[in-house]
């Protein structure tokens, strides 16, 4: 069994910085790609970084050169920090990764239960 746990969030004011990170626990033999996702009060759920099992990256226009997505494959975690925060970052942050728990096993497609981020005025 697999669990991916988001944590990091919490209450920042416009300007400040928070760091999530998102950590995968049990039976694991491979992380492939890790999404950060957000969902806005009344938005939908959309996406906002990524990064590979390589270490490449990419972000949603609206983050990029405030956002910074990393990963630590040692420890299964993938890390978003977050710089510049604005009211419109307010949101619950997901995260979504792509794990295999053994070399055959066809991978599975996890989501954490997210992480409330709040940025005030």
């Known amino acids: 069994q697999v669990l991916v746990v988001e944590s990091g969030g919490g209450l920042v004011q416009q300007g400040g910085s928070l760091r999530l990170a998102c950590a995968a626990s049990g039976s694991i033999f491979s992380i492939g790609v890790v999404n950060w996702y957000r969902q806005r009060p009344g938005k939908q759920r959309d996406w906002v970084a990524g990064v590979t099992s390589g270490g490449s990256t990419n972000y949603v226009d609206s983050v990029k050169g405030r956002f910074t997505i990393s990963r630590d494959n040692a420890k299964n975690t993938v890390y978003l920090q977050m710089n510049s925060l604005n009211l419109d970052d307010t949101a619950v942050y997901y995260c979504?990764?792509?794990?295999?728990?053994?070399?055959?096993?066809?991978?599975?497609?996890?989501w954490g239960q997210g992480t409330q981020v709040t940025v005030s005025s």
């Open positions: 979504n990764a792509i794990i295999k728990t053994s070399l055959t096993d066809i991978p599975g497609n996890y």
